[in-house]
Each structure stands twice: as C-alpha cells, then as structure tokens.
C-alpha cells in the first residue's frame, strides 16, 4: 500500500514536470481540492492508527503524498530564472522547480492559482533564492525589482548575419560565436522536417528564416547557443499556435512548410506596407510554381542583396546592380533561378508568415511601389506592369 502510494505521487511530480508548455493556461486549476486531502489525510490517520503505532513510521510517506511539498519562507542563496516567451503557469513552475527555487511545482501552482496577479508574470530573468515558499517565490516575481531587464528588439526581416552583429554588440559575445553556434539549425532546435521540400530540390539547412523577430530578453549568464535556442524556441511557438506548417500542407498544394517560410521571406523584403504582404507572398508563388511566368524564375533583386551580404559584399539598389550582379551563375540566390532559391533570405515575421500561408487569391506576376509610402500596384500582364511603372516614375519613385 504504500509503495503504491509513493509511485502515484512520483508519477504526479513528473506529471507535471512533463506537460508541454502551451498544455496549460493560466489560472487553470490542478484537480482535487484542499477539503478532500484533509479528508483523505484524517483517513490515512486513523486507518494507521488501527493498523498499530509500528505501521505509523509510513505517516510521513502519506502525508507527503497528500499535501503538497513546500518550503518555508524566503529562500537560501541567490539564482536567476529564465520564463521563456510563451510559458504558462506549469512551464514557470516547472522552471522553478529545476532551479531548486521551490520544493515541487504543485507548491507555486497553488500559490499562482490563489492570486488573480499570477496573470501579469512577463517573460525574461529573474532574480530568486533557492527554497523559497511557493507563495515566497511569486510574490518575489511579481516585484518588478527582481525582474532583469536585458532586452533586445530584433526587427523583422533582418538576416541571420544581421542578427548576429546587433546580439553580438548587445552582449559582447563576438559574432563568430553565433556563427559557429548557426551552423547546427537542428541542435538550436529546428525539426529535420522544417527543411523538406517538394520542388526536387535538395534542401540547404541554414538557420536563416528561424530567427523569430521580437523583444527578447537576454539571461546575464547567456551564450550564444543558448540565445539562438531562445529565438528558434519562439519561432516554432509562433508558428505552431498559428498552424502554419498544417495550413501549408493542406492549403499550398504541393508546396512544403519550408518553401513558404522561404515565400515569407521574400515577401518581408519586397513588400512596402504590411497590407501588399500577401499579395508579394502570392506574386512569389506564381512566379516559381504556376508555369505562368516565362522564366519560371523569382526575377527579385533582394535575393541578389542576399547573396552579396552574405559574401560581404556591399547591397546595392536596383538601379545600382550591373547585369553580372543580376544573373550571376555563381550566385545561388541568382535571380534568373528556375524555381524556389534554396533558403529564405531573411527573418520573417508574423504578419508575413500569415501572408504566404494564406495569400489572396489572385493571379499577379508583377508588381512595382507606386508612391512614396510604399504602397504597391500588381499586374498579371507585363503590358499592364509598365502602366504602372510610368505610375511610380510620374510619383517620382522610380
């Protein structure tokens, strides 16, 4: 009987420990209720006290089974806490629980799930002591003063090698470091599927495109793996609570996750207002996919921009570019390239992920910014495509 016991509450303890972090929400409750483990704990008492006083040595193995493990009061010595982008209560309390800040996670849960404030605890680092009372430990993080703060903007659509240079000089961790780290996408955690196609092509893991833009706070104690972990952790969370490799499949026709995340990038480059996002998105696809197009190529200069930052070569503007620098046979990302290029040229975000999931129907082969705050005009026809240059070059844009 009471191994039995002692497994269940083992069983409960990695129970929790094990939950997904979206798989529980705020304020939700753990099941039981305190009544019922009085209850059941006078029971335990007086069946023990039947049984004879040598049978009480178990008392403590129950007691501990039910009522829930805490410490008392504030704490021993100083430890930091990440709460990742994201987590609800069980992910905190679970992070408590492997730092040693609380004695289980059952403890802080209760203590969150009696105080309505639990709701306002912010991602980021903080400042904790090891044994801490789970009350102890959410009343510490819900004192701004023991929160971090170290965070960084990553703005949308920047490249990898970008990224790197705006972590490096935040950080002082040299770039050399992110760039060894990024040479590995799937030990900073990128599922092997996410680089799959369905063009025939062979795909090219590179980390570029995993990179989520957003603010993002920076552990004191970081590295540079652990910073791309974060970033690649946020993406596959986004991504995931907007369906987006599922919609792909079943709405894209033939198109992987992967390709549309490279259509996303793209889009984010070449798109002027977030509202031509999709439309872009969609111009990319039937460029590539739709046998519409004569060359069955991209024809986007970002992508040669691309190429040269990555060989650290200045970008150029359109007008800039020389005809070795648009059709390149060396250049991977050549803009004369039959079909999709072979990684996303950048790091998108949300709203250009949701334009290449769900594009607007339509079926535009050109576009062209038209006025200087970036809206764009679409066509199907080159013919058309030129009424509309005239457009940009009446409003001085090109």
């Not at 023990?48 to 805490?70: E, M, W």
């Not at 503007?317 to 990302?333: E, H, R, V």
């Not at 999931?357 to 339509?362: H, K, L, Q, R």
Request: glycine letters at 10%; a neutral charge; aromatic letters at 8%.
């Amino acid at each position: 009987m009471m191994d039995d016991l002692d497994l269940g509450f083992d069983e409960q303890e990695r129970g929790e420990k094990g939950k997904h972090r979206r798989g529980r929400r705020k304020g939700g409750r753990s099941g039981g209720g305190r009544g019922k483990t009085v209850l059941a704990l006078l029971l335990a008492v007086v069946l023990l006290g039947g049984i004879g006083g040598g049978a009480l040595y178990g008392f403590d193995r129950i007691q501990s089974y039910f009522v829930t493990p805490d410490y008392d009061g504030g704490g021993t010595e100083d430890v930091t806490v990440q709460i990742p982008q994201g987590a609800f209560l069980a992910d905190m309390a679970v992070a408590l629980h492997d730092a040693g800040v609380v004695k289980s996670t059952k403890a802080f849960i209760e203590a969150a799930d009696a105080n309505s404030r639990s709701r306002n605890i912010q991602p980021g680092t903080y400042k904790l002591r090891k044994q801490m009372s789970g009350e102890s430990a959410l009343a510490a993080m819900l004192d701004p003063q023991n929160r971090v703060v170290n965070g960084l903007t990553i703005p949308e659509g920047r490249t990898a090698k970008s990224i790197f240079k705006l972590l490096s000089d935040h950080t002082k961790i040299p770039v050399k470091d992110f760039e060894t780290a990024a040479k590995d996408p799937e030990a900073l955690g990128v599922p092997d599927w996410w680089f799959k196609r369905e063009d025939g092509k062979k795909p090219k893991k590179s980390i570029e495109g995993f990179l989520f833009p957003d603010t993002y706070e920076i552990p004191p104690d970081a590295t540079a793996e652990t910073i791309l972990k974060q970033m690649v952790d946020h993406f596959l969370t986004v991504t995931g609570e907007m369906e987006f490799a599922d919609r792909v499949q079943k709405e894209r026709g033939g198109i992987s996750p992967y390709e549309a995340l490279i259509v996303a990038s793209l889009a984010q480059a070449e798109a002027g207002t977030k509202k031509d996002l999709g439309k872009v998105a969609r111009v990319a696809y039937n460029r590539a996919y739709s046998g519409t197009f004569d060359c069955g190529c991209l024809e986007m200069d970002v992508t040669v921009n691309y190429y040269l930052e990555l060989t650290g070569q200045k970008t150029k503007t359109s007008g800039q570019m020389t005809q070795s620098d648009l059709n390149n046979p060396k250049n991977p990302y050549n803009r004369k390239l039959r079909g999709m290029i072979p990684t996303p040229i950048n790091n998108p975000g949300k709203e250009a992920l949701e334009g290449a999931m769900d594009p607007p129907a339509g079926d535009w082969l050109f576009f062209v910014a038209i006025d200087k705050e970036g809206n764009s005009a679409f066509a199907n026809t080159y013919e058309d495509h030129l009424k509309n240059e005239a457009k940009a070059r009446e409003a001085g844009i090109i």
